[in-house]
């Protein structure tokens, strides 16, 4: 058979999320071994469902929900030095962090 002669139907599902907005973490500095807990504060409801990275520089490392404002993240290893710090939850866009 060609495909013109074939049909197939499916149910495609999509899940939108709000961007998390991210307000402040703490501690806003960590050891160059990692293995430090970083809380994120925002202002979105952080749901159960959502998954949400953390990118320290260029590693990304998965969040767990603390509760619906803030999420927890382990600090990766890293070199010494200063470290950009954003969360994402749709793997595309980041939202940058203020750490004071």
Do not use: K, W
């Amino acid at each position: 058979p060609t495909l013109s002669d074939q049909s197939t139907s499916g149910v495609l599902s999509f899940t939108y999320h709000t961007p998390l907005d991210t307000l402040h973490i703490h501690p806003s500095f960590g050891r160059m071994e990692g293995g430090d807990a970083v809380i994120v504060r925002n202002s979105s409801l952080v749901t159960a469902t959502q998954r949400a990275l953390c990118r320290f520089g260029s590693t990304l490392v998965a969040s767990d929900r603390v509760n619906d404002t803030a999420l927890q993240c382990i600090q990766p290893q890293l070199v010494a030095g200063y470290a950009s710090f954003a969360v994402t939850s749709d793997f595309v866009s980041a939202s940058p962090v203020d750490s004071g």
